[in-house]
């Protein structure tokens, strides 16, 4: 059955219907099935109850690679996109949302009560249509019912998916997921695909380059990411694990815009003093003391050298003045960002974008998996599984000369 899925999907058919028509007229499949013709149910129950063997599989074709010599470990890419889940936005909503839909079903099994004993009393026609209709009424609102011991605190939850949340993708909003992607930089073969909740790359690379390490069963060297990952909370974790973090800033990649004669870069800082001197040489003070802030607030010490400045209204408009935020981690920021625009740093960014922007393009466009067929996240990352098993099993064949060099080097590392 393993063989079956891994080589349909390796095709772009993800369907449990089409597979078991292959199975009947496809030689290939009927080859691998040695003969036997499983059902589309046989199949889509296979894949549905072994969710976490299925996931493991990616695993362990990245050992494989490992092994082979294909993975090398030092160097990891991580990028994401949004996938679409099996569920419709309209099933998303509110908690208020979810409770008048409830009131709504209770009324209407009320009513379905009340026309059902009428009808007994009177024995005018049948009840077959009527106790159907009550019996998915009552399964909805039992469904409804764990929906709601499963809310959150203002959360919106899909009754189709509840796993799923409502992500802004290029194509608009749609219930999915926020999948992420670790290849490898020696030949972008893909080492873990993880299937997240999130609604961005924010806060995801240091959880993301973990995953792989111990996929790999090593510590990586050099861990590279667009601006998108550009978390300093984040950022600071890998660094302070002896890595080598390739990460550019909003500002580096040209995400924001800000006016070069004011901005923060053009602001001063004495760490001596612990002040920022603005290009009129006036200075800023921390104005917050609190202990544990991530983030610290310096302001002007006399707010009138802001406001009979010539600058005013260019520089700020605030009528406390100019202020300028920094983070307790802003040292190593700073290093991050010299690091990116280092002969280095350009290097390893450039090679990214050769090797790690088309394993998501294979997966939706030529493998057609745009949009998942199981439901949760561990459905979603069971098929995951499958989808970077294919990649790398067709990179591997192109990396190793073909079909049969690959398989006289598999027979030789067993």
Not at 190 to 206: E, F, K, R
Not at 294 to 323: F, P
Request: aromatic content about 6%.
């Amino acid at each position: 059955m393993l063989k079956i899925l891994v080589y349909a999907y390796s095709y772009g058919w993800r369907s449990s219907r089409k597979i078991e028509r292959a199975l009947h007229h496809n030689l290939s499949f009927v080859w691998l099935a040695g003969g036997l013709k499983p059902d589309f149910k046989t199949i889509s129950t296979f894949r549905r109850n072994n969710k976490k063997t299925l996931k493991n599989v990616l695993i362990h074709c990245a050992r494989l690679c490992l092994k082979l010599n294909l993975i090398e470990g030092n160097t990891l890419f991580v990028d994401g996109s949004k996938f679409r889940a099996n569920a419709g936005n309209r099933e998303t909503r509110s908690l208020a949302k979810w409770e008048r839909y409830k009131k709504h079903v209770e009324k209407r099994i009320d009513e379905l009560l009340e026309e059902s004993k009428s009808i007994d009393e009177n024995d005018t026609k049948s009840l077959v249509t009527i106790n159907k209709e009550l019996l998915n009424k009552k399964n909805l609102k039992s469904k409804i019912d764990n929906l709601l011991t499963e809310f959150k605190d203002e959360e919106r939850v899909n009754g189709t998916d509840p796993d799923s949340r409502i992500l802004k993708g290029r194509q608009g909003s749609h219930a999915g997921y926020n999948v992420q992607l670790t290849s490898d930089g020696a030949h972008g073969l893909i080492v873990n695909l993880d299937g997240t909740q999130a609604g961005n790359d924010l806060n995801q690379l240091s959880p993301q380059i973990e995953q792989a390490e111990q996929v790999l069963e090593r510590k990586c060297d050099i861990s590279c990411a667009d601006a998108g990952y550009s978390s300093i909370d984040d950022l600071e974790k890998l660094v302070s694990d002896n890595k080598t973090v390739i990460v550019p800033s909003s500002n580096q990649a040209g995400e924001e815009k800000e006016s070069r004669a004011f901005s923060k870069e053009q602001f001063k800082y004495d760490p001596i003093e612990d002040i920022y001197i603005c290009p009129n040489g006036k200075e800023l003070y921390l104005s917050t003391k609190k202990k544990g802030l991530k983030v610290l607030d310096y302001r002007m010490k006399n707010i009138n050298d802001c406001l009979s400045c010539e600058h005013w209204g260019k520089c700020t408009s605030a009528k406390q003045g100019r202020s300028i935020r920094r983070s307790v981690h802003e040292d190593i920021k700073d290093d991050l960002h010299q690091l990116y625009e280092s002969e280095q740093g350009q290097k390893i960014y450039s090679k990214r974008k050769m090797v790690a922007e088309l394993q998501f393009g294979h997966l939706k466009r030529n493998l057609g998996a745009g949009v998942f067929l199981l439901r949760g996240l561990d459905g979603i990352n069971a098929e995951l599984g499958l989808l970077g098993t294919c990649f790398n099993v067709a990179r591997m064949i192109t990396l190793l000369g073909g079909v049969r060099p690959m398989i006289n080097k598999l027979v030789g590392i067993r």
